[in-house]
């Protein structure tokens, strides 16, 4: 959204009926990206999750932005949206966000989000052959360096950051320091649970890790031979679940709900051997 500050904002989750976000690019006169649709210049900014702004001047519709920009895409963005379609996944399951469908100019990467359970699969299927195609390749050992050491302080010291960036297999990387990452959603009320559990830290194997690509992340985790849904809306951890994976994780749990929520800094995930 632009809020009524002309500041962007994006989205990230709902939690008890208030909205949640993060301020990514700040009105500032000496910044240096200009914005035509405002006819300012920003500064990208790294701020927490927060609550949002409930007043706003604009909101933007990735897909109908995607749907209307197709056609000016070219190069290696051009080719990524020809493998996806490829692969089966059509047009009105594809959208564009982040800061390109801001107004922006393209500076490193194009942001795509994914919509549908089904086309998730789908891309996880051919997710080779889209590199293939587009003359890309996973992310890079030195991609991950780079990314650790930028949101490492962001995290709990106790997270094993560093191999959940690894286990990015979505993610195009089209050069040093560029990669994109695919937002996959499959419930676009991106709901998250209240935080009424208490923190605990426990072990747990996981069911089901697919989804933990999908913003919010989730997946399903067995505990004390009981299924608990495993949520976070960290986004640097991109698929950090796989199937079978022992975890020792530290979260906010209801065993009621049978729900664990990863949401604070006081939140972490370790890999057991």
Known sequence: ILDNENNFWIVSHIQDDIIYGKLVYKVNKSGNRFNPVTNLYYEKIYEPIIKMPTEYKEHFEPRKFYIEHKKYLDGVWKKYVEALNIIGIPDDCIGIFGSYLLGFEIEKDVDFIIYKMDNLRKYYDNATFIKEYTKTSFITKNHIDYQYKKYKDGYHPETD???????????????????????????????LPSLNGKDEEINCTVISGLTSACYPRYTNVLYNNMEYKMITPFWMYQSFACDNDHLMICGNINHETKTILLQTKDHYIKYLK
Do not use: A, V
């Open 161 to 191: 950051l560093e191999k959940i960036l690894s286990r990015n297999w979505s993610g195009i990387q089209i050069g040093p320091g560029k990669l994109s990452t695919p937002r996959f959603i499959i419930d676009e009320n991106h709901l």
